[in-house]
Structures are given as structure tokens and as C-alpha cells.
């Protein structure tokens, strides 16, 4: 509850959050936008 009471600040923990969520959602990107562009042309190595 705490949690939810207290002001929204910029902490080293927060910041370390949402940069793993940032890095996550890039590496999520490059892992499947290259994927699918793949598929109409040739097939990648390693799939």
C-alpha cells in the first residue's frame, strides 16, 4: 500500500526498471520485425 501512496520519483531501483523494460522491449523488436520481414523473403540461418 506504501507503494501506491508514495509520490512517483525518479529512484536508481525505477530507473534500473524501466531501462531493463526499454532494453526488453528493443530486444523484442529486433527479434521479431526482422523475423517477420524474413519470412517473405529467404529463410535466416539459425531459425
Given at each position: ?8 520519483k ?17 530486444h ?13 523473403k529467404?529463410?535466416r540461418?539459425?531459425?
Open positions: 500500500m506504501s507503494d501506491l501512496q508514495a509520490p512517483l525518479v529512484t536508481p531501483e525505477g530507473f534500473s526498471n524501466q531501462q531493463k523494460t526499454q532494453n526488453y522491449l528493443k523484442q523488436a529486433q527479434v521479431s520485425f526482422p523475423a517477420l520481414a524474413g519470412m517473405k529467404a529463410p540461418k539459425g531459425l
